[in-house]
């Protein structure tokens, strides 16, 4: 009903996948269904950025602990009608997203001895 609360959980079962994610199927008037990604997240992530922007409004979760990923629906609304599917998948490598060191500049770069130049692309022409 619209105004509810409610809270989806999936978990594994017979599986230990580092990588989970809540997908929203939404039924169209054309025979086609198309899947929208809400949320995804890994093992021992906090759920702070696991939520994709077009469902931000509404949605939440806690992150994924002990192969178990909850999200919640606060204040649900016409829009969010859909069928939800979790799934899990593993990851062989595991990567850290950081801010850069030192931000890049956009443009030539510049040469150390003063000198100006530029960069361009001959399309494999010397």
Not at 16 to 27: A, D, N, P, R
Not at 48 to 58: C, G, L, R, V, Y
Not at 71 to 94: F, I, V
Request: charged content about 20%; some cysteine.
């Amino acid at each position: 009903m619209e105004g509810d609360k409610t809270t989806l959980r999936c978990s594994q079962v017979q599986t230990s996948h580092t990588f989970m994610s809540w997908y929203k199927q939404e039924k169209r008037r054309e025979a086609r269904s198309q899947f929208q990604l809400v949320a995804f997240t890994s093992e021992g992530s906090s759920g702070d950025s696991a939520i994709e922007q077009p469902f931000q409004k509404h949605f939440t979760t806690t992150g994924m602990k002990s192969f178990v990923l909850p999200l919640s629906l606060e204040n649900a609304q016409l829009e969010d009608t859909g069928t939800y599917y979790c799934a899990s998948q593993e990851h062989t490598a595991k990567q850290m997203l950081r801010k850069p060191s030192q931000n890049l500049f956009t443009g030539n770069p510049p040469d150390p001895r003063g000198r100006s130049f530029s960069i361009t692309d001959t399309g494999g022409k010397p």
